[in-house]
């Protein structure tokens, strides 16, 4: 299956920013960066080195250039690629371009993820004035990731927080530094099951875990960096939060959320 990773985000959020490092991890896989532009000039294929880019240039994917989307992408699908990288405008709106994937494409590839990048910096203010993107763009992401971290207070920081839940109460919001968190409610597994989990989670092999926390039943679990303490209280709701550089893809497999 080729994988399928859209960056979306407002304008001037860091989407190529963010794509640039992405790519840096990814020095083995054939790549393919769909690039969309709303003007007819093109900055940010100029901006990004190294993969196939190509260009859909004068207007969105997600609307006046859906059919060409589509059709560039069940053309690029015929060839021998791993992982195709789409970075709509900072106008698009994410639902319209998931409903733009046919059984042709959905066939050949699976979604990898969906991300939207916030300007922590500059969202509440363009909350305000373009609420209809954000919240769309906002809603439709698996994972939020908050660039301009530096430029904010922790009050303003919070209040983004804030905001961004309440559009989109599942998705996991971190930053670019790559610290972030993932939760689960209601996840089900037996005891036994629980220690093999926790010595796998302070193993390394699912990222950097620095802090989580959690219960099962009448279990409840702390971890700090690779050790974890488990003991016995009263029956709680089962929960669980990991805190860290997170392979999350593969906690959520191991987890099974
Ligand atoms: N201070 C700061 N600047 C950032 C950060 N991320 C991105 N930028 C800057 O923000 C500007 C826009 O970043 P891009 O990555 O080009 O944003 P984009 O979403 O691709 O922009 P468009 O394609 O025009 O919508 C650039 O000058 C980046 O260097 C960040 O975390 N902190």
């Known amino acids: 299956m080729i994988k399928i990773d859209i960056v979306s985000g407002f304008l001037g959020a860091g989407k190529t920013t963010y794509i640039n490092n992405m790519l840096k991890e990814l020095r083995d896989e054939k790549i393919v960066l769909i690039e969309n532009e ?14 196939r880019i190509e ?17 560039t992408l069940e053309e690029l699908i015929e060839h021998d690629i ?26 050949r590839c699976q979604i990898n993820s969906i991300i939207t990048i916030v300007d922590a910096k500059n969202f509440l203010d363009q909350m305000e004035t373009f609420g209809g ?3 769309d763009q906002i809603t439709n992401a698996r994972d939020i990731y908050l660039s301009k971290m530096d430029r904010v207070d922790e009050e303003t ?29 209601g996840y089900q597994m037996s005891p036994d099951r629980l220690k093999e989990v926790l010595d796998s989670l ?11 926390k959690g219960f099962l039943g009448n279990h409840t679990f702390n971890i700090v960096n690779d050790e974890y303490e488990l003991a016995t209280r009263e029956e709680r709701e089962n929960k669980l939060t ?16």
């Open 82 to 107: 791993d992982r195709i990288i789409i970075e709509p405008t900072g106008i698009s709106t994410l639902s319209q371009i998931l409903s733009s994937f046919t059984q042709k494409i959905s066939a």
């Open 242 to 257: 990991l805190i860290g550089n997170l392979d999350k893809e593969k906690i959520r497999e191991l987890i099974g959320g």
């Open 55 to 71: 260009e859909i240039s004068s207007g969105c994917i997600c609307c006046v250039l859906k059919e060409n989307f589509t059709t």
């Open 133 to 135: 993107f954000f919240t």
């Open 38 to 51: 709303f003007g007819d000039v093109s900055i940010d294929a100029d901006l990004i080195k190294g993969v």
């Open 202 to 212: 302070v193993s390394g092999r699912y990222g950097r875990i620095l802090r989580g």
């Open 157 to 185: 920081l919070s209040e983004v927080r804030r905001s961004i839940t309440q559009l989109n109460s599942t998705a996991v919001i971190e930053d670019m530094s790559g610290i972030s968190a993932i939760s689960f409610i």
